[in-house]
């Protein structure tokens, strides 16, 4: 069966980084678009950053834009998030997700929960200011 599951939470101070990672069974890897989500106590889960599995063209919330870096490695099967300058406001869950089709900016498709088929468990973020 297909697993996603996330490793690299934790807690740091503002400012600093944090690199997550996404590792993938049970599927073709290289034929999936990856993205990860956020969820914070309260509030709805929300797109961050997602890269689509043909163009490899990459999509980022406005929020983290400049500070936040998707990239994969198909052979290892992996997606990571590097997050830099991480703000109290990055404190959420991480969650990472997997489509299989193409990630557009149409109709803000690639921010759509339903378009993702896969989901890990997510891993804790917590940034201290």
């Known amino acids: 069966q297909v697993q996603l599951v996330e490793f690299g939470g934790g807690l740091v101070q503002a400012g600093g980084s944090l690199r997550l990672s996404c590792t993938a069974s049970g599927l073709t890897f290289s034929r999936y678009s990856m993205a990860w989500f956020r969820q914070a106590p309260g509030k709805e889960r929300e797109f961050v950053v997602g890269?689509?599995?043909?163009?490899?063209?990459?999509y980022y919330t406005g929020s983290v834009k400049g500070r936040f870096t998707i990239s994969r490695d198909n052979a290892k099967n992996t997606v990571y998030l590097q997050m830099n300058s991480l703000k109290p406001e990055d404190t959420a869950v991480y969650y990472c997700?997997?489509?299989?089709?193409?990630?557009?900016?149409?109709?803000?498709?690639?921010?759509?929960?339903?378009?993702?088929?896969?989901w890990g468990q997510g891993t804790q973020v917590t940034v201290s200011s």
């Open positions: 890269v689509s599995w043909s163009s490899g063209n990459t």
């Open positions: 997700a997997a489509s299989a089709r193409e990630l557009t900016y149409s109709g803000s498709y690639y921010r759509r929960r339903e378009l993702y088929d896969f």
